[in-house]
């Protein structure tokens, strides 16, 4: 049974489809073997610190809506708060968490004291992490919600901002490496401008280019073995963030040489803002090599910005989860829940039902993804309509073998006149709708 904050709640087991109990999992069975492996080795479910930990419910128009014990400034707080966290990830049966510096110790008067504050946390988690088996995701350090970070981190005007994030990180750094960490992540948060009348938008880049160069160099020298990630992010704080999307971290990469250094951490609700679908973002970055985890969440449809809600989309999650199986699935990285209750969601119930629900959703949208991929429900539609490129004529033309007068003389002599073919999206949503 739950103890302290969880008093009374059992730990939450695999009770099958017919199962009534909203705290039992319906669909996500741990052990069950999908593509030859553990469902829970293939989802690698991830709990996040901030959205459960630290919001207080609070809005642009409101102030906190969640009495939680462990709210407050000191040692004794953050310890209490990872007490709370490890006891969730226990009743939930997590095999991971992630947190940011800011969200697991209170903020010091220097940059020194913070740092000790967070090496003192890292020796609680670490106890509680060989006492509960459950691991480290990724670790990230927050560079957005203090007043110095208010014109960016790396993209700051001020070098000295500069060289704080960069003590900052390096220490996020060194923890997320002592804890086993199987990733470091890089959030943008205001890594961006407002306006072009005090920006240089020229430098800004190259100080971004140089930030991330250093923490890749550091990375070598630590040994540390995990993916450095970056996750695109647009609009949101900024007017303008320079990871705006996959592709454009993809160019920003490629011009630093960072693109086999350096994957993306993905999340739903910033594929949605950035004018993309999530299945797109995914595809993206795996046809581009640089795909390495997720932020599962979604947005609300009548919003305009980042709701961070629980998944609860079947065939929108499945359809991700083919793009992530058809790459080969995760490697280092996994499915990290990068969402928070609802303010009117008071409960300790309301934190365990909402992971609950939300991993149902993902176990559910994933199976039906295996099955399509073991059947080549698309993939096969897909060799079809692409199959004219394996005529050696056409494997010729990509090859460099003809040049643009050559393919132009073969079209007039052969009198090639191509026939329009059906791309078939409706018989293909069919196909899909048959699986989730």
Known sequence: MGKGFFTDLAPVRYEGPESLNPLAYRHYNPDEMVLGRRLEDHLRFAVCYWHNLVWTGSDPFGGYTFERPWFGDTMDHAKRKADVAFEMFELLGVPFFTFHDFDVRPEGATLAESISRLEEIADYFAAKM????????WGTANLFSHRRFMAGAATNPDPDVFAYAAGLVKACMDVTHRLGGENYVLWGGREGYETLLNTDMGRELDQLGRFLSLVVDYKHRIGFKGAILVEPKPQEPTKHQYDFDVATVYGFLKRYGLENEVKVNIEQGH????????????????????????????????SGWDTDQFPNNVPEVALAYYQIVKAGGFTSGGTNFDAKLRRQS???????????????????????????????????????????????????????????EEIAERVMREDIEPLPRSGRQEILENIVNRYV
């Open 130 to 137: 060989e006492k509960t088996g459950v691991k480290l995701l």
């Open 271 to 302: 594929a949605i803002l950035a004018g993309h679908s999530f299945e797109h973002e995914l595809a993206l970055a795996a046809a581009l090599g640089i795909f390495g985890s997720i932020d599962m969440n979604r947005n609300d449809q009548q």
């Open 346 to 404: 008071l409960d300790p119930e309301d934190l365990l039902a909402a992971h609950v629900g939300a991993m149902d959703v993902c176990a559910r949208g994933f199976k039906a993804a295996a099955r399509m991929l073991e059947d080549k429900a698309l993939s096969r539609p897909l060799g079809e309509r692409y199959a004219g490129w394996e005529s050696a004529e056409a494997k010729a033309m990509l090859s460099g073998e003809r040049t643009l």
